[in-house]
Every structure is written in structure tokens, then in C-alpha cells.
């Protein structure tokens, strides 16, 4: 699944491309594509169609193209393989092409939703007064949100009693941070992901958070995190983050910090990746 830096990325590719365009149609390729939209695909197209884009924004992992005339929201799921791609209208159609859509003005692209797993899809949905969609109007605000409260978090965190992992991925207390990022940023601040969250002083708390935002910035810098073509920007290209990573998928090489070995252990159908000299293992109480 893509996480913060990916869909930031993409989010920044519509806000250039997308963004106060007006549609002129769109065109449902596949059902499943607008399955979240129950009113069905024709009600879908209607209701984007003379319709103008405002700047696209993002919460998390969660991005959505405002309507700017209307009270609406377009919100898209990438799911483990949805692409929302700009092209031009002459570029071959992709083999897993699901939605398109055309806009009135003069330039030669099209936007054109992709997925090959058909996880994802694309909803309307009413909007906030605070912008987001009444769907993800419960997810908590991201680590790079300006608005990101660390004092509220961290007493989130020691109330959850939980685990520090479960925590990161726990959408309700932060966005945005998936699998991949959380392994990396846990390395970084040499915390186990199950040490539990009830003992955490604030510094430890704010140190794992600027962990969290520095490895989401390099991230960022250099296109987000791509094992494979499923992931991409909207031109298409593919990210190169992982190539800098620390933790995730370096089971049996050297830790970069100590040079122990790195394991991996099987965690909520996941893989969580660790150092275990940098990141001892909290004590089992006898």
C-alpha cells in the first residue's frame, strides 16, 4: 500500500497538472473502479462532468480532488495498484485502464485512473467544513500536517496501551505512517516495535516523531518508496527510496549502524524488520 510519501507525490503531480481544470466527461471503464460511489458509474460520470477541479489534498495516506463548485469531494483509493496517471489523449489506452477523465480546456491531457488489482477505485463524497471527505473525517492528522499536535499524541500513545508499532499504523492517532516507514523510522530511533507505548516519556515520544517525519521528507525527496511498476507518479515514473532504506526488506544483512544482522519476525500478517542490537526487545515481565 502507498504510504504518506507516495501519495504526497502523486498529490503534487494533480495539483500541476489536474488542478482548476473544469471536466468536459468521464468515462467508467470497469464497475469495480467506482464501487464505493453506490449510485453506480453512470451517477459517478454525471455528476463530475462541467465540474471544476480545485488543488488536491491529502490527510495520510488518503488523497481526494475537491470540486470547487460544488460541496463534493472526489476521494481516491490506490488500493495495492491503483495509478492515477496524466496523459496525453492520443497515449495508447493501459491494459488495466478504469477510469478517464476529460477536461474542456485546450491542453492535451486526460486523467486516467489505472489499477491492476482493482483494489482501489474512485468515490464522491460530501465534504467537511473542516475540507475532508465525511468518509475520513475521523483520521487523525499526519506528522508533516502543520497542525499536528505532538502533546496530544503523546498522551494518545501512553493512554492506547498498546504496542509502539500497533501504534504508528493505528490511522485514528496518526496518519499516514504505514509498514514500510514505521520499521524505518523505529530503526532510526533504536526502539522495538513492541515496546509498549504505556511507558513513554515525552522525549522518547518526540524523538521517534522527528524520526518519523526525517525518514517521510527523504522519502519525499527523492519520489517516494517502489519495489515495483505498481507504484508510480502521475508521469508514470517510479520512486527510488528503496534504495536508502535502513530496516525494511534487509532481513540477514548487516545493520548499517552496528553491523549485526538484521531479522525479521512475521507481525499482523506483516514483516516488521529490525535490528535486534540497536532495538532490544522490551523484558517480559516473569
Given at each position: 500500500m502507498p504510504e504518506l510519501p507516495e501519495v504526497e507525490v502523486v498529490r503534487r503531480g494533480l495539483e500541476r497538472w489536474v488542478?482548476?481544470?473544469?471536466?468536459?466527461?468521464?468515462?467508467?471503464?470497469?464497475?469495480?473502479?467506482?464501487?464505493?460511489?453506490?449510485?453506480?458509474?453512470?451517477d459517478f460520470a454525471h455528476r463530475l462532468k462541467g465540474h471544476r477541479i480545485g488543488v488536491p489534498s491529502r490527510r495520510g495516506k488518503y488523497l481526494w480532488l475537491p470540486l470547487e463548485d460544488t460541496g463534493q469531494s472526489v476521494l481516491a483509493h490506490?488500493?495495492?495498484?491503483?495509478?492515477?496517471?496524466?496523459?496525453?489523449?492520443?497515449?495508447?489506452?493501459?491494459?488495466?485502464?478504469?477510469?478517464?477523465?476529460?477536461?474542456?480546456?485546450?491542453l492535451d491531457t486526460e486523467l486516467r485512473f489505472v489499477d491492476q488489482r482493482t483494489f482501489g477505485g474512485l468515490s464522491l463524497h460530501d465534504t467537511t467544513p473542516d475540507g475532508l471527505p465525511d468518509v475520513?473525517?475521523?483520521?487523525?492528522?499526519d506528522p508533516l500536517d502543520p497542525l499536528f499536535d505532538e502533546e496530544a499524541f503523546h498522551q494518545a500513545l501512553r493512554r492506547k496501551r498498546t504496542t509502539v508499532k500497533r501504534a504508528l499504523l493505528d490511522q485514528s492517532l496518526i496518519s499516514g505512517v504505514g509498514n514500510i516507514y514505521a520499521d524505518e523510522a523505529l530503526w532510526r530511533a533504536r526502539i522495538h516495535y513492541e515496546r509498549p507505548t504505556a511507558g513513554f516519556t515525552r522525549p522518547r515520544t518526540l524523538l521517534l516523531l522527528g524520526h518519523v517525519r526525517d525518514v517521510m521528507n527523504a522519502a519525499l525527496a527523492v519520489g517516494g518508496t517502489?519495489?515495483?511498476?505498481?507504484?508510480?507518479?502521475?508521469?508514470?515514473?517510479?520512486?527510488?527510496?528503496?534504495?536508502?532504506?535502513?530496516?525494511y526488506g534487509r532481513e540477514g544483512l548487516p545493520c548499517r549502524r552496528c553491523g549485526t544482522p538484521m531479522r525479521r519476525r512475521a507481525w499482523m500478517n506483516r514483516s516488521s524488520y529490525f535490528c535486534p542490537r540497536c532495538q532490544r526487545a522490551p523484558r517480559v515481565p516473569s
Open positions: 488542478a482548476h481544470r473544469t471536466v468536459a466527461d468521464a468515462e467508467v471503464l470497469h464497475p469495480r473502479a467506482v464501487r464505493r460511489h453506490v449510485a453506480g458509474a453512470d490506490l488500493g495495492m495498484s491503483g495509478q492515477l496517471l496524466v496523459q496525453p489523449h492520443t497515449a495508447p489506452d493501459e491494459k488495466h485502464l478504469r477510469i478517464r477523465v476529460r477536461f474542456t480546456d485546450a475520513i473525517a475521523h483520521i487523525a492528522r517502489s519495489f515495483d511498476s505498481l507504484y508510480v507518479n502521475v508521469n508514470g515514473e517510479s520512486g527510488y527510496f528503496d534504495r536508502s532504506l535502513d530496516a
